[in-house]
T-cell receptor, first 116, second 113 residues
Framework: GAVVSQHPSRVICKSGTSVKIECRSL??????MFWYRQFPKKSLMLMAT?????????EQGVEKDKFLINHASLTLSTLTVTSAHPEDSSFYIC????????????FGPGTRLTVT | LAKTTQPISMDSYEGQEVNITCSHN???????ITWYQQFPSQGPRFIIQ???TKVTNEVASLFIPADRKSSTLSLPRVSLSDTAVYYC??????????????FGTGTQLKVEL
């Protein structure tokens, strides 16, 4: 089956620093990847849609200058949380849609970000 | 995007059949019904998807009535490892929606001995 990986699985950083999270489709090409954020005991909230070779589309209320998304290849999308603050602490999950396939999305294992 | 409503939580015992119902009154003609399972600190995992009537796979069954305004996920003979949050989603078909998934509150299923 289609596998999506994320790196790192968990990261702790200091307030004011930037953190990059990678999302990779391991055995398929993904023209579209999605980034979600999930707070404890809450549901997943879509942050942005990332298309290979073009700018990401951000959901309302998500600061594009704070959450930088790059989708440089068909197998890699990155999310950079810039100038992180404690309120950015959350579980970040990516998903990928198979290129030329159905609309089914495959989710990564998530990245736990803690900002101290 | 069609909004979904499902119970916040359900409790069951090992070996029982669990049915989780989801309502989606505003489902569009091209929308599909999809269920995901999520364990703590993990990404969601696809369980099953259907358009109408009944769909069955090795994990679950999905029942969709003719009006498609609701659906029921059926988990046969649950075990402790089925304790998770189950999300019902209405997914736009190939002709529209931009592939965006909207997650509702989900149903926290707790299975006990």
């Amino acid at each position: 089956g289609a596998v999506v990986s994320q790196h790192p699985s968990r990261v702790i950083c200091k307030s004011g620093t930037s953190v990059k999270i990678e999302c990779r489709s391991l055995d398929f090409q993904a023209t579209t990847m999605f980034w979600y954020r999930q707070f404890p005991k809450k549901s997943l909230m879509l942050m942005a849609t990332s298309n290979e070779g073009s700018k990401a589309t951000y959901e309302q209320g998500v600061e594009k200058d704070k959450f930088l998304i790059n989708h440089a290849s068909l197998t890699l999308s990155t999310l950079t949380v810039t100038s992180a603050h404690p309120e950015d602490s959350s579980f970040y999950i990516c998903s990928a849609r198979v290129r030329g396939g159905s609309y089914e999305q495959y989710f990564g294992p998530g990245t736990r970000l803690t900002v101290t | 995007l069609a909004k979904t409503t499902q119970p916040i939580s359900m409790d069951s015992y090992e070996g029982q059949e669990v049915n989780i119902t989801c309502s989606h009154n505003n489902i569009a003609t091209n929308d599909y019904i999809t269920w995901y399972q999520q364990f703590p600190s993990q990404g969601p995992r696809f369980i099953i998807q259907g358009y109408k009537t009944k769909v069955t796979n090795e994990v679950a069954s999905l029942f969709i009535p003719a009006d498609r305004k609701s659906s029921t996920l059926s988990l046969p003979r649950v075990s402790l490892s089925d304790t998770a949050v189950y999300y019902c989603l209405v997914v736009p078909g190939l002709t529209g929606g931009g592939n965006k998934l909207t997650f509702g509150t989900g149903t926290q299923l707790k299975v006990e001995l």
